[in-house]
């Protein structure tokens, strides 16, 4: 058995904080992110959508991996439109391409230099569709147990659907990264602080209320999804996707198997000769939470071997 | 960068020639694969020619020319293995390198894996690298990627086209490796081994059955004792992505530090037809079992 790391123990306690949160208006919506260290870029997306009251993703996902990356990139995690503590979309646009358009006009803003663009889940879908949309603002493209993304059957509706708790509960968030975990345990009391401070949030209950109680989750955000999603598919299978890009799958996922990692490498390996994929093991959903050491390990190599003086 | 030197290491009267450089804590040992007198081509310590840099760059890193290989002597027996494991980890302890990072490729997967079970304390990690030799067969289909080589065995004109035949991309046979190989089969270690590759390949794939067996056995019934690491090139000739996710699977059963990498566009010998990508993922690895970037 392989000895507890460092890394895994102040895991454990919940991990290093996040850098203080910084402002910027992107298209008139105030965006909230987090940003530390210098050097190449690298900007994270983290998943999960707006108007859910089971979980709420935010910035803080990435804490186990923005202060050691700092030692030698410019890390950057923001909120999504809608999510964390970034405004809702203008005028009801609670849509995947709003959030695309808000990832690009981020990156925009801060006036960054071609990005190593991390997704994850949702995010892995964003980040992939704003590289396709948008392939000067990205430099490498890291993908990280993206169902959204693979070209297969998610099946978060079974793992996560009905949960014994009430909504907006700790318990509730708690049960949701738990089941999404090979290893429960990595589910920490900050990280759910994180969670409870986004769902207590007023705006992030009205983003709930359009989602759920007027039904824009099903009539506006799931089709536009799903169209997005044919089309973004049909793009990378003609091969549009022209950055080198590195596949991450937990190999322990319920809702997003490793089997969906292994066919979006052979779409995306058909066209790119810069594509990899890396499976690691005793990981759920959350690879860069479970095994943070070895995940910000690879990412570094990978944002450094496709840096800017790079191949 | 780091110089990459030829020297000599003499294990108690056995005398093994190694490519070594670089320096720092957790050195990796590099396995070359191949059976000696039997691969269609002259296998040893050059092969890892286009990583060692990247290796050296960041770790002692110490490549032997095998038993059998290149400027190393067979001995008696044929080779087997086990022998080879016990070879490599004596190595391990004339030159104080453990524990080390031990990366294998085909048949040095194998003797990667008999060594991290005879003596985990020495070895720190594995990475099996695009190697068929470890993965389970099943009654599995012929490979006949090598099934008609061109006259005459070991000439330089017979080990390209072994060595193109087992590529994704040949760009990387250039004409040290050539040079080496053809060099090689004029040393007395490969002549030995042609003049008894009928009872080498015998014992060879007796040693071969009985090291995988105890490999699954002690994933099946225990756990493999040490971090590990598949590296598979997505476009290998010799075996499939689905060998390597099974070898992968075996080990992850058990393993907590189990990964699986797979390298586009790479065949047989990804660490010489894609190295940076293959460093990436083995430098990353190493690193990462340390906490470090």
């Given at each position: 058995m392989a000895a507890v790391t460092t890394m895994e123990r102040t895991a454990a306690t919940g991990g290093p904080p996040m850098p203080e949160r910084k402002w910027v208006d992107v298209g008139g919506i105030r965006t909230g992110y987090h940003e530390s260290g210098r050097g190449e870029p690298i900007v994270f997306i983290y998943g999960g959508n707006f108007g859910t009251a089971d979980s709420a993703s935010s910035a803080f996902t990435w804490n186990l991996n923005m202060a050691p990356l700092a030692e030698r990139f410019r890390v950057i995690a923001f909120d999504k439109v809608g999510q964390g503590h970034t405004d809702n979309p203008l005028n009801d646009d609670y849509t995947m391409q709003a959030v695309v358009r808000h990832a690009a006009g981020f990156i925009k803003a801060l006036k960054l230099p071609p990005v190593h663009l991390v997704g994850h889940s949702r995010g892995g879908f964003a980040a992939a569709r704003m590289t396709l949309e948008?392939?000067?603002?990205?430099r490498s493209l890291t993908i990280v147990n993206s169902g959204t993304l693979m070209p297969r059957v998610g099946t978060n509706e079974v793992v996560l659907g009905k949960p014994p708790f009430a909504p907006y509960t700790r318990e509730c968030a708690r049960w949701v990264y738990e089941n999404y975990s090979?290893?429960?345990?990595?589910?920490?009391d900050a990280w759910i602080d994180a969670v409870m401070e986004t769902l207590d949030l007023p705006k992030y209950r009205e983003s709930v209320r359009k989602m759920v109680d007027e039904g824009f989750g099903t009539t506006r955000f799931a089709p536009n999804l799903a169209r997005d999603k044919r089309e973004t598919l049909q793009w990378l299978r003609d091969g549009r996707l022209q950055r080198p890009t590195q596949i991450v799958w937990g190999f322990n996922d319920r809702t997003a198997t490793v089997e969906g990692g292994f066919a979006l490498f052979e779409m995306l390996a058909a066209h790119e000769r810069r594509t990899q994929l890396h499976v690691v093991n005793e990981s759920g959903h959350f690879p860069f939470r479970e095994h943070p050491e070895r995940f910000n390990a690879l990412l570094a190599d990978f944002a450094a071997g496709f840096a800017a003086e790079g191949v | 960068m780091s110089a990459i030197t030829r020297t000599t290491i003499d294990l108690g009267g056995r005398r093994l020639s190694v490519l070594r450089g670089g320096q720092g804590a957790e050195p990796a040992l590099l396995l070359h694969g191949g059976v000696p007198g039997v691969t269609p081509y002259c296998s040893g310590a050059h092969v890892w020619a286009r990583y060692l840099p990247f290796a050296a760059a960041e770790r002692h890193v110490v490549a032997p020319d095998l038993p059998g290989f290149g400027d190393s002597e067979g001995g008696d027996e044929p080779c087997r293995i086990d022998a080879l494991a016990r070879v490599a980890l004596a190595l391990i302890e004339a030159l104080k390198l453990g524990p080390c990072h031990v990366v294998g490729h085909d048949q040095g997967g194998l003797v990667a894996l008999s060594m991290a079970l005879a003596a985990p304390a020495s070895v720190r990690s594995i990475s099996i690298v695009a190697s068929p030799a470890a993965a389970p067969t099943g009654d599995s289909v012929e490979n006949v990627t090598l099934a008609n080589p061109p006259p005459a065995p070991w000439s330089r004109g017979a080990q390209a086209w072994t060595l193109e035949r087992l590529s994704h991309d040949p760009t990387h046979i250039d004409s040290a490796l050539l040079d080496r190989c053809a060099a090689c089969a004029e040393l007395p270690a490969h002549r030995q081994a042609v003049a008894r590759a009928g009872e080498t390949a015998k014992a060879f794939a007796a040693s071969a059955a009985k090291a995988k067996g105890d490999f699954y056995t002690v994933c099946r019934d225990g756990a493999f004792p040490v971090p590990a690491q598949i590296v598979w090139g997505a476009d290998d000739p010799m075996t499939t992505v689905e060998h390597g996710r099974v070898l992968f699977g075996i080990i992850a059963e058990r393993q907590r530090a189990t990964h699986f990498h797979l390298i586009n566009r790479a065949g047989s010998f990804p660490f010489r037809e894609t190295p940076a990508a293959f460093h990436l993922a083995v430098g990353a690895f190493h690193r990462g079992l340390a906490g470090a970037l």
């Amino acid at each position: 058995m392989a000895a507890v790391t460092t890394m895994e123990r102040t895991a454990a306690t919940g991990g290093p904080p996040m850098p203080e949160r910084k402002w910027v208006d992107v298209g008139g919506i105030r965006t909230g992110y987090h940003e530390s260290g210098r050097g190449e870029p690298i900007v994270f997306i983290y998943g999960g959508n707006f108007g859910t009251a089971d979980s709420a993703s935010s910035a803080f996902t990435w804490n186990l991996n923005m202060a050691p990356l700092a030692e030698r990139f410019r890390v950057i995690a923001f909120d999504k439109v809608g999510q964390g503590h970034t405004d809702n979309p203008l005028n009801d646009d609670y849509t995947m391409q709003a959030v695309v358009r808000h990832a690009a006009g981020f990156i925009k803003a801060l006036k960054l230099p071609p990005v190593h663009l991390v997704g994850h889940s949702r995010g892995g879908f964003a980040a992939a569709r704003m590289t396709l949309e948008n392939q000067h603002l990205v430099r490498s493209l890291t993908i990280v147990n993206s169902g959204t993304l693979m070209p297969r059957v998610g099946t978060n509706e079974v793992v996560l659907g009905k949960p014994p708790f009430a909504p907006y509960t700790r318990e509730c968030a708690r049960w949701v990264y738990e089941n999404y975990s090979f290893n429960r345990a990595i589910v920490t009391d900050a990280w759910i602080d994180a969670v409870m401070e986004t769902l207590d949030l007023p705006k992030y209950r009205e983003s709930v209320r359009k989602m759920v109680d007027e039904g824009f989750g099903t009539t506006r955000f799931a089709p536009n999804l799903a169209r997005d999603k044919r089309e973004t598919l049909q793009w990378l299978r003609d091969g549009r996707l022209q950055r080198p890009t590195q596949i991450v799958w937990g190999f322990n996922d319920r809702t997003a198997t490793v089997e969906g990692g292994f066919a979006l490498f052979e779409m995306l390996a058909a066209h790119e000769r810069r594509t990899q994929l890396h499976v690691v093991n005793e990981s759920g959903h959350f690879p860069f939470r479970e095994h943070p050491e070895r995940f910000n390990a690879l990412l570094a190599d990978f944002a450094a071997g496709f840096a800017a003086e790079g191949v | 960068m780091s110089a990459i030197t030829r020297t000599t290491i003499d294990l108690g009267g056995r005398r093994l020639s190694v490519l070594r450089g670089g320096q720092g804590a957790e050195p990796a040992l590099l396995l070359h694969g191949g059976v000696p007198g039997v691969t269609p081509y002259c296998s040893g310590a050059h092969v890892w020619a286009r990583y060692l840099p990247f290796a050296a760059a960041e770790r002692h890193v110490v490549a032997p020319d095998l038993p059998g290989f290149g400027d190393s002597e067979g001995g008696d027996e044929p080779c087997r293995i086990d022998a080879l494991a016990r070879v490599a980890l004596a190595l391990i302890e004339a030159l104080k390198l453990g524990p080390c990072h031990v990366v294998g490729h085909d048949q040095g997967g194998l003797v990667a894996l008999s060594m991290a079970l005879a003596a985990p304390a020495s070895v720190r990690s594995i990475s099996i690298v695009a190697s068929p030799a470890a993965a389970p067969t099943g009654d599995s289909v012929e490979n006949v990627t090598l099934a008609n080589p061109p006259p005459a065995p070991w000439s330089r004109g017979a080990q390209a086209w072994t060595l193109e035949r087992l590529s994704h991309d040949p760009t990387h046979i250039d004409s040290a490796l050539l040079d080496r190989c053809a060099a090689c089969a004029e040393l007395p270690a490969h002549r030995q081994a042609v003049a008894r590759a009928g009872e080498t390949a015998k014992a060879f794939a007796a040693s071969a059955a009985k090291a995988k067996g105890d490999f699954y056995t002690v994933c099946r019934d225990g756990a493999f004792p040490v971090p590990a690491q598949i590296v598979w090139g997505a476009d290998d000739p010799m075996t499939t992505v689905e060998h390597g996710r099974v070898l992968f699977g075996i080990i992850a059963e058990r393993q907590r530090a189990t990964h699986f990498h797979l390298i586009n566009r790479a065949g047989s010998f990804p660490f010489r037809e894609t190295p940076a990508a293959f460093h990436l993922a083995v430098g990353a690895f190493h690193r990462g079992l340390a906490g470090a970037l």
